[in-house]
Structure formats: structure tokens, C-alpha cells
């Protein structure tokens, strides 16, 4: 398990293409993604994800 931060700096909302290292993090093929805050799941498929990021804000993610 492990908690992800992504930030956007930006003035714009921007999506954040994300992949993750899965042999290097020691995580399953098969992870589960969502926001730490609001619970809301985000799809992983080879452990690639896309966040959406709201100009000028930070976003945990919680990986399992």
C-alpha cells in the first residue's frame, strides 16, 4: 500500500498521465487506485492512470 501526491502548479486544469513502477514498488499486476479524500475509484490497467488535476491543488491518491 502506498499513498501517491500529485500537484498542478498550473493556473489550468490539466490530466496527468501516471506510471507506475509495479515490480520496483513491490505491488501486485492487478492494483487499485483512488483518492484518498473523496474515495472515488480511478482506473489502473498495466499500471498507467490518468488524474485530472483542478489548477493549483495537490491530490493524494491512495495505491493498493
Known sequence: KLMLCAGNISTDEVTLPVQLDLQALSLPATVKAANADTG????????????????KR???IAIK
Do not use: D, S, W, Y
Open 58 to 60: 495537490l491530490q493524494l
Open 40 to 55: 472515488e475509484a480511478i482506473p489502473v490497467t498495466a499500471g498507467k492512470l490518468q488524474l485530472k488535476l483542478a489548477p
